[in-house]
């Protein structure tokens, strides 16, 4: 089975712009998370994806949203960009039963760089 | 509420030696613990996972973890490393519904 994928890889952009994230899980699994990481918080949930509803939520700014397909394939949003938006975000996906034992497997990330 | 902390942000071995990277963790319940391993500009990569089915549980590129309930530990260890499995590693306990919580990451050099 093909893994997690990701795109772009990389991106680019101004403050005061917005990006969309692209995210295709793993065939058969219909939750996709996503997290920010950054060198001073570490990694943080901003949302979880199931069915093509928001099942949780991070503590994020309204700045950041998401959406799911009927695939399951998933984009993530942030307008208004900010410096400190600055991060690598990892998507991940999982079957989606929310069992604590249940495994998320993670895509490579989209490193986004603001200036 | 459940977290985790891992005690060490930078822990150097010698290529051959034992590592061994320290988590302790906090859960109202019986948690569900995993180990990550995340390379320079990579994604996260399972290692291992503790699920209540055996406390020793082995994983990939022969690490493994014992959970002890008693310490609220649960350590990964590799009797000898490699200088391939120089990364940040993450432990993580999931929270009822599946939220992931991270520790803050132990990044393991290894010398030659």
């Known amino acids: 089975k093909a893994g997690v994928t990701q795109t772009p890889r990389y991106l680019i952009k101004t403050r005061g712009q917005q990006v969309t994230l692209s995210c295709s899980p793993i065939?058969?699994?219909?939750?996709v998370s996503w997290y920010q990481q950054t060198p001073g918080q570490g990694l943080q949930f901003l949302f979880e994806?199931?069915?093509?509803?928001?099942?949780n939520k991070g503590n994020f700014p309204g700045r950041f949203s998401g959406r799911q397909f009927s695939n399951s394939r998933s984009e993530m949003n942030v307008s208004t960009l900010e410096l400190g938006d600055s991060a690598l975000y990892l998507c991940?996906?999982?079957?989606?039963?929310?069992?604590?034992?249940?495994?998320?497997?993670f895509g490579p990330g989209t490193r986004l760089l603001v200036l | 509420a459940q977290s985790v902390t891992q005690l060490d942000s930078h822990v150097s071995v010698s290529e051959g030696t034992p590592v061994l990277l320290r988590c302790n963790y906090s859960?109202?319940?019986?948690?569900?613990l995993f180990w990550y391993v995340q390379h320079p500009n990579k994604g996260l990569q399972l290692l291992l996972k503790?699920?209540?089915?055996?406390?020793l549980v082995k994983g990939i590129n022969g690490f493994e973890a014992e959970f002890k309930k008693s310490e609220t530990s649960f350590h990964l260890t590799k009797p000898s490393a490699h200088m391939s499995d120089a990364a940040e590693y993450f432990c993580?306990?999931?929270?009822?519904?599946?939220?992931?919580?991270f520790g803050q990451g132990t990044e393991l050099s290894v010398k030659p």
């Open positions: 065939s058969g699994h219909r939750s």
């Open positions: 994806y199931f069915s093509e509803t928001q099942r």
């Open positions: 993580v306990v999931t929270l009822q519904g599946g939220k992931l919580i």
């Open positions: 859960s109202s319940y019986s948690p569900s």
């Open positions: 991940a996906s999982s079957l989606g039963a929310q069992a604590p034992q249940e495994t998320q497997y």
């Open positions: 503790y699920t209540s089915a055996a406390t």
